[in-house]
């Protein structure tokens, strides 16, 4: 069967009159989906780090080491890696509408099962099968969003849906510790995979792989989606072409994943440590900083979209934010190396984490950007750097720390990477799509 030709470039949606950015979404079904992937982002951010907050009363229920307790911490990382890719090729084979749903269960059951725990090894499972779950879940979203998104609305999408992440991030301590002081640890797993559940069984009710197949979708709202959206027209993936493309964004989500493992996991015991603080004096430092990552990938998002909108260029509206983003946060780290002020440290910390976010929708725009057929796939490629990094940085940077006996060497190997990571970004082209297969032409 033909493949349907593209009658509407991503230049020409760019240059099309912008009716007005609230009007994009109020009333479209559009705008529902971007609010279930909101949910989703926020809810799997807070499965990643809601353990860090009930570490120490786990710890001492089930009796684990240090060691024991770092080996689960480290579980989720290496299925959420390694199942990058084969989850966007799920995502593109069998459509986001079904993937989501069931990766949902899986990471719903994997939280609820945490609370079950009785042992190490009840424990590592549970967070090995959270990994499974996630791991499929950005690519899987990313498909979504290149289905229902028009190309000059995908920084948006992206920047908002993370935002909600980096959201989940800043709440996740505080929710944690309230329910907790409540009840107990298990039951803010408990809760939290009933709220999992709860999100799976709307998203398989609301969402559907064409727009068109949508009950409440306008013909005005369809005109929106180019060709290829409309038709959801899957060819074979050019892999030797698709590859070329994706690795140096998958080198770039690498540095920017090195430095926000480092933020995850890293900032709260330097605020510690380095300023010997208090639980909730240092925990209230680094929300604030967490906290300038939202507003980093709102800006991110809707920066790109604009410059898309006033160039016409691809190229232009992600390179810019990109490179902007990876050297503004080089940039701001920099001081942290040289002074000790608390107040300074923690504004250059959150203006660093502001400029690392800006980065983030772009990224993942990206996939969508060059692979608009294949974004699942092209997206799991593309966070495999972040897994990567999930799996090494925060173990280098801990060791680093031992063996220095400083925060000074991880901050400035952390922040040299950005600076690779920039220069890797100025050579990255959007506007060059993937060729369409000759027996689709």
């Known amino acids: ?37 909101c949910g989703m982002y926020f809810i799997t951010y807070v499965d990643r780090v809601n353990i860090s907050t009930a ?40 459509g986001p509408r079904k993937l989501l749903f069931i990766v949902g269960i899986v990471w719903a059951l994997a939280t609820a099962c945490t609370g079950f725990a009785t042992g190490l090894a009840s424990l590592f499972a549970a967070r090995l099968a959270l990994g499974f ?48 002081a409540a009840f107990d640890w298990r039951m803010s ?19 559907r792989d064409r727009p068109a197949d949508h009950p409440r979708i306008t013909e005005a709202e369809l005109s929106e989606l180019d060709a290829r959206q409309r038709a959801d027209e899957r060819p074979p993936i050019p892999w030797p072409a698709l590859l070329r493309r994706i690795l140096p964004v998958t080198a770039v989500d690498f540095a920017y994943g090195w430095m926000l493992w480092v933020y995850l996991t890293w900032i709260p015991s330097f605020f510690s440590e380095s300023y010997d603080l208090k639980l909730k004096t240092f925990a209230l430092f680094s929300t604030l900083v967490l906290l300038a990552g939202v507003v980093g990938d709102t800006v991110g998002g809707l920066l790109s979209d604009h410059l898309l909108r006033r160039t016409g260029s691809l190229r232009i509206a992600r390179r810019l934010v990109l490179v902007g983003g990876l050297l503004g946060s080089f940039v701001f780290i920099l001081p942290t190396l040289f002074v000790h002020q608390l107040g300074l440290v923690t504004v250059c ?13 772009v990224l993942w725009s990206i996939p969508m950007d060059i692979a608009p057929e294949h974004a699942g796939t092209a997206g799991g490629l593309m966070n495999t750097g972040f897994g990567l990094a999930g799996i090494a940085s925060p173990a280098i940077f801990g060791l680093l720390v031992d063996q220095t006996r400083s925060w000074v060497v991880p901050f400035a190997v952390s922040a040299g990477l950005l600076l690779v990571g920039g220069i890797i970004a100025s050579r990255i082209d959007p506007d060059k799509k993937l060729p369409v297969p000759a027996e689709a032409a």
């Not at 760019?14 to 109020?26: E, K, S, W």
């Not at 910390?349 to 929708?361: I, S, V, W």
């Open 189 to 207: 797993f408990w809760l939290l995979g009933a709220v999992s559940l709860i999100w799976a069984v709307a998203w398989i009710l609301s969402y």
């Open 55 to 94: 570490a120490p009363f786990i710890r001492h229920d089930l009796h684990l080491s240090n060691t024991q307790l770092g080996l689960v911490l480290s579980a989720f990382a290496i299925p959420y890696a390694f199942f990058q890719i084969f989850g966007g090729l799920l995502a593109d084979r069998f």
């Open 1 to 37: 069967m033909p493949h349907p030709t593209n009658t509407t470039s991503a230049s020409a949606q760019a240059t099309t009159p912008n009716t007005g950015f609230l009007r994009a979404y109020r009333r479209r079904v559009r705008g529902w989906i971007l609010l279930l992937l």
């Open 349 to 361: 910390l959150a203006l660093a984490f502001f400029f690392l976010e800006l980065t983030n929708p």
């Open 133 to 180: 779950g996630e791991g499929a879940s950005f690519p899987g979203a990313t498909q979504a969003m290149s289905r229902w998104l028009p190309a000059d609305q995908r920084g948006f999408g992206q920047g908002i849906t993370h935002a909600f992440a980096r959201l989940g991030n800043a709440v996740a301590p505080l929710a944690v510790a309230a329910i907790i």
